[in-house]
């Protein structure tokens, strides 16, 4: 199994006092299809997502945290524009330590695993949330799999929680918090982009 990881541990140094945002240049892979995923994922958590963001997903990929469950590609873009919508009460949201490893599971498939510590600011208190993010890929590189687990913790499902019934029930109910953020954010719909300033005469 080949893995390697990013600086052992990437820790954003710390400008005057202030953690910096994790970047893309802040990883150096040595090839694999890491390098091509990690700066858009960093851009959906950092809630700036665009359309090519998307890209990285096979048509039909799932994501799934303690949330939601996401299935195929206009969902998954609803569940990350829909952390925009909560920026407005969140005023930061990002990424900010990481470590990663990439292992090769088969021929052309791929699991990544992202230790992550995700900012948050909520009216003005900063909130650190530990996770692992795992990412499983199809031979074309795309991801087919994205799961989020909060404190490191496996998503409660029929398989992981100890009573069969309470996994189903979880299973259930972030299928429907993903139906209705589904439904508020216009079935996946890619925003707007903002009209560029009229010239002044």
Known sequence: MD????????????????????TSSDCKPQGGVLDSILPHLLNLYASRATPKDFE???SNATFEDPLMRAHGVPQIKSAFYSLAKVVLIFSESRIVEYSVEENVISPGRVEILIDNKQHYKFLGRGIDMISLIKLYT?????????????????????????????????????????????????????PSPSPSPSPRP
């Open 3 to 22: 893995s390697w990881s990013v600086q052992d541990t990437v820790k954003i140094a710390e400008d005057h006092g202030q953690p910096r945002e994790a």
């Open 56 to 58: 990285i997903y096979a």
């Open 138 to 190: 199809d031979q074309d590189g795309r991801v087919v799999r994205h799961e989020d687990w909060w404190d490191k913790k496996p998503i409660w499902n029929r398989e992981t929680a100890k009573v069969a019934v309470v996994g189903r029930i979880a299973e259930a109910t972030r299928r429907a918090s993903m139906l209705a953020t589904h439904a508020l954010m216009r079935f996946g719909r890619d």
